[in-house]
């Protein structure tokens, strides 16, 4: 996956619940910038990278591990509950290892595709790291993967689970109830603001057709347009009231 790294800003949306009582869970949302991107359940959305080969790829600046970005929130990497994978990409599914003690939550389709028939073709798995297929097949192997199939409001108290616009075989993105709002952390199914705002499909999608449903559904699911977090856009970090230089509060 190619991105200009002007326009580049990986982020790691952590969801954790609100000590609130009612019959939904309500979460906190935040933008955690780790490169240039409880008992109180822990729950991140995508887990960034840190393996070698792409920092000789890529330009990569003010790196710090995904794992590591999440200190100021007063979290460790083993806190980490749940994992919510959007996609196989190796900027969102690199990570896995980072986080030991979470379960995986990916689409059931999207894990079969990658773990099985996209290798039997040379050209169907491109941005699919083999060291992070390999890393959720050892998770699935211990019993810490869950399978979402399509849609899904009612797994996770207060999280829903939404079949993305195709941006790979079953990408997906994820709404998340707050105190006060409904955010969709959309990942790579919107990559920038300007996709929302002139309802542009993302460069790189397998139908265009089904990336614009999907952008349009999402908008529907928050509460407003700016609710909906783009997954590679540094607009984010402007947009919301700062916990840290790197992290920003969905509010």
Do not use: C
């Not at 083993?78 to 190796?90: A, C, G, K, P, Q």
């Not at 939550?105 to 996209?118: L, N």
């Not at 057709?209 to 856009?233: C, K, T, W, Y």
């Amino acid at each position: 996956m190619r991105v200009a790294i002007s326009r580049l800003a990986l982020i790691l949306a952590l969801l954790f619940v609100a000590p609130l009582r009612g019959d939904v869970d309500k979460y906190e949302v935040y933008a955690v910038r780790f490169a240039t991107i409880a008992n109180f359940r822990v729950a991140i959305v995508d887990s960034g990278f840190h393996r070698e080969q792409y920092f000789r790829q890529f330009a990569v600046k003010d790196y710090i591990k995904p794992s590591d970005a999440i200190a100021p929130l007063g979290l460790k990497p083993e806190s980490v509950t749940d994992l919510i994978v959007s996609h196989m990409h190796w900027d969102h599914a690199g990570g896995i290892d980072l986080f030991p003690s979470a379960r995986v939550w990916i689409q059931k389709d999207e894990y079969d595709y990658y773990t099985g028939d996209a290798w039997q073709s040379p050209n169907t798995h491109g941005g699919i790291d083999p060291d992070d297929v390999q890393a959720i097949v050892k998770r699935n192997i211990a019993g810490k993967v869950s399978f979402v199939r399509g849609d899904d409001e009612t797994t996770i108290s207060g999280l829903s689970f939404n079949v993305g616009g195709k941006h790979t075989w079953a990408s997906q993105y994820v709404g998340v109830q707050t105190p006060k709002s409904t955010v969709v952390i959309a990942s790579d199914n919107m990559y920038l603001y300007e996709n929302l705002d002139a309802h542009k499909p993302i460069a790189q999608t397998l139908d265009a057709v089904s990336n614009l449903r999907a952008q349009d559904r999402m908008r529907s699911l928050a509460s407003e347009p700016r609710f909906v977090i783009p997954g590679h856009d540094a607009a984010v970090f402007e947009r919301f009231p700062h916990v840290s230089d790197r992290i920003v509060r969905i509010e």
